[in-house]
């Protein structure tokens, strides 16, 4: 199903580029934050200032619903064969929790927009995205095959070399 150069050299499924990619997308609202602050400037002012907008422009619950999908990308980055069980555990569920974490921002999002009582292009284009990143992660096969693959620890036959 998936190329041998889809491996890494422990025979663990590399995540991709493309689940990358919608990892930081679900994660999109915790990263607001640190990413307007690298920029550490805002407008054309005599003086530098931090850029803390992202606190009024996204919502708490928002930024609440990002938490999970922030800890399964840092996992995904940093797995290895001497990774601590709950990230081992958390890895397990990383495509539900990816998917829970879009179930909420989704329902964020039609509660404001009802409230609101206004539809606005960002809203659809983010909408669409929303669903389409849901079908990709109940549907597609390398997210569930990636989630179901942690490297293993070294046993005691392989680490004692003669």
């Known amino acids: 199903m998936f190329s041998i150069n889809?491996?890494?050299?422990?025979?663990?499924?590399?995540?991709?580029?493309?689940?990358?990619?919608?990892?930081?997308?679900?994660a999109r609202f915790l990263l607001f934050g640190p990413l307007s602050l690298?920029?550490?400037?805002?407008?054309?002012?005599?003086?530098?200032?931090?850029?803390?907008?992202?606190?009024?422009?996204v919502s708490?619950?928002?930024?609440?619903?990002?938490?999970?999908?922030?800890?399964?990308?840092?996992?995904?980055?940093?797995?290895?064969?001497q990774s601590a069980a709950w990230m081992r555990r958390t890895w397990d569920?990383?495509?539900?929790?990816?998917?829970?974490c879009l179930s909420v921002q989704i329902i964020i999002q039609v509660i404001r927009i009802a409230t609101a009582n206004d539809l606005s292009l960002s809203d659809i284009v983010t909408g669409t995205?929303?669903?389409?990143f849901v079908i990709y992660f109940s549907t597609a096969a390398r997210p569930r095959?990636?989630?179901?693959?942690?490297?293993?620890?070294?046993?005691k036959n392989e680490s004692t070399n003669p």
């Open 93 to 100: 569920r990383g495509r539900l929790v990816l998917l829970a």
């Open 129 to 132: 995205l929303n669903l389409f």
């Open 145 to 155: 095959s990636v989630f179901a693959m942690f490297p293993q620890p070294k046993s």
């Open 60 to 81: 708490p619950f928002e930024m609440l619903s990002s938490i999970p999908a922030t800890v399964v990308l840092f996992i995904m980055l940093a797995r290895s064969p």
């Open 6 to 26: 889809d491996y890494d050299d422990k025979g663990v499924l590399k995540p991709g580029t493309f689940l990358i990619i919608a990892n930081l997308y679900v």
């Open 38 to 57: 690298l920029a550490k400037f805002r407008g054309f002012s005599s003086g530098p200032s931090l850029d803390t907008s992202f606190l009024t422009d």
